[in-house]
């Protein structure tokens, strides 16, 4: 009696074929379309941070206006109760002009108090101009 030896077949499973395939390598489609998004992803993140640098800018911008227009009212209060009067003045800061106007309301809201106004101007972009205003009373001591 002869033993014979069992055939192994050749064949593969079919989950087998695609293992094979994708040991190929990427195609032009997949690489053109991973380009492509990867692309738009670039494009989309430099615009985000530009965007968020002009933001930056606008913001601190307005930052600076504030502390100009609390500067100015600090300024003003701390004149002798008879010599606080309005007055304007131009400060330019980093390139930015800033226009400052304090404005000075006698009796209001009542008798020997006075409202003093700190406004701060400045143009933030060409067709922008942007403000900033505090106020407060000072009463006659």
Partial sequence: MQLTRPRVSVLLHPACYRCVRSRRGAGVLEVIIA???LSITVILLVAFFARGRVWFDHE????VATLVAQDSMERTIALPYDQVI???QQRTISTVRY???VT????DPEANTKTIRSRVTWQATPAA???VTLATIV???
């Fill in 35 to 37: 380009t492509l998004i």
């Fill in 60 to 63: 601190e911008m307005k930052r």
């Fill in 86 to 88: 309005a007055w304007a």
């Fill in 99 to 101: 226009n400052i106007a």
């Fill in 104 to 107: 000075v309301a006698n009796n």
């Fill in 129 to 131: 101009q942007r403000n």
């Fill in 139 to 141: 009463r006659r001591p």
